[in-house]
């Protein structure tokens, strides 16, 4: 059973669904403090200016886990909507997108947990994507650990026998720890494709919104690298 874990982000990019694509089983990491590095409060899309970033407003969230992350009330979401439609409302499949995404936005604009906010987006975008994976919560299990033995504890209660690290896993990952326990590591390699996109030269690393905006249905196959 292949695994793989990640921290939900907010309109998380390429590799984050690439990944997914790939296992069995997908645990959304949010049992672990909320650090400034992360992206589960913001990510880029492409405008006529260049890559904009989108930010969703927390209370506090650097001293808490991500699964305890509250979003502030205020008027966040028909920013990030105007945002959104002035970036993509010349894109072939606007229409579709625009309303899918703003659905989901419109049900946090009164405030609600980050964690299930991120979830319910990454959910769309499997739909739009057409992949379709269990996934279960770091926070509804007790791993113990640090690192790399973290989540080898992590996939030995999940009854995983491969996981798939992401590409900085190498740096930390104890290989001999999981192959003495019977897990194969996997580290991702993804080579980030290019498509058509509104705004002039190519930008990668923009939110999966960028592409599903651009490609619609084709998008799955240009994100695992079998489209055009």
């Known amino acids: 059973m292949i695994l793989t874990a990640h921290q939900c ?10 990944k997914l694509s790939k296992c069995d ?26 890559p904009l970033m989108l930010s969703v407003p927390v209370h506090g ?13 205020n008027n966040w979401v028909r920013k990030h909507m105007r945002s959104i439609e002035l970036a993509y409302r010349k894109a072939p499949h606007f229409e579709q997108h625009y309303a899918g995404v703003g659905a989901i936005l419109d049900l946090y604009s009164e405030g609600g947990m980050l964690v299930d906010l991120n979830m319910d987006l990454m959910r769309y975008f499997m739909r739009a994507l057409g992949i379709q994976k269990p996934i279960v919560r770091a926070s509804d ?15 030995v209660q999940l009854r995983a026998t491969e996981y798939i690290f992401g590409g900085e896993g190498e740096n930390y990952a104890d290989q001999a720890a999981f192959q003495a326990a019977g897990v194969r590591c996997r580290f991702q ?7 058509q996109q509104l705004h002039g030269s190519f930008e990668p690393l923009m939110s999966t919104l960028d592409l599903l905006m651009n490609c619609g249905p084709e998008s799955l196959g240009i994100l695992i690298g079998t489209g055009s």
């Not at 645990?27 to 006529?48: A, L």
């Not at 969230?61 to 009330?73: F, L, T």
């Open 189 to 195: 390699r993804y080579e980030h494709p290019t498509y």
């Open 25 to 50: 089983l997908f645990c959304v990491f949010d049992g672990v403090q909320m650090t400034r590095r992360d992206w589960v409060t913001r990510n880029f899309i492409k405008t006529s200016n260049g």
């Open 61 to 73: 969230g650097m001293d808490k886990r991500i699964c305890d992350v509250e979003i502030v009330p």
């Open 9 to 18: 982000g907010y309109l998380p990019w390429l590799g984050f669904f690439d």
């Open 141 to 155: 299990y007790q791993f113990s650990g640090e690192k790399s033995a973290l989540v080898l504890d992590m996939c």
